[in-house]
């Protein structure tokens, strides 16, 4: 079965440098063991990797081990949705590239939200 979007949708990639996505094949798709629901895909700030990081969940350094190069600002990734969901509702959401964010992530956020955060392009 084909993964779709919040608009039901093909999911687009969301990034391969880093290689994003649970099963680290550049997409926020479902897969087995995901707990975490790794669907949502941002254009990750400084804002939010404070805050991911003042949550423990530490973005940015790297961790070799998990093949995680770490994270800087600009950098694609697929969030867990309630931590998306968290930053949000503390008012340091990062924006999200819709058509990357997996039609999942709609159980946890509202459409509107994530709109509200649409990833623009310069």
């Not at 039901?8 to 479902?30: I, Q, S």
């Not at 700030?45 to 969940?57: A, D, I, K, V």
Request: glycine content about 10%; overall charge negative; hydrophobic content about 35%.
């Amino acid at each position: 079965m084909k993964a779709l979007n919040i608009f039901d949708g093909p999911l687009e990639a969301c990034g391969t440098d880093p290689l994003t996505g649970f099963m680290r094949d550049g997409h926020c798709r479902l897969g087995p063991g995901d707990t975490g629901v790794h669907t949502v895909c941002a254009v990750v700030t400084e804002e939010f990797l404070t805050f991911s990081q003042r949550r423990g969940n530490d973005l940015s350094t790297p961790r070799p081990e998990y093949h995680f190069p770490g994270l800087k600002p600009g950098d694609r990734w697929c969030l867990c949705a309630m931590r998306w969901k968290e930053a949000f509702d503390a008012g340091c959401a990062p924006p999200v590239v819709l058509e990357a964010t997996h039609l999942s992530t709609l159980e946890f956020i509202d459409r509107e939200d994530l709109a509200a955060h649409a990833f623009q392009e310069d």
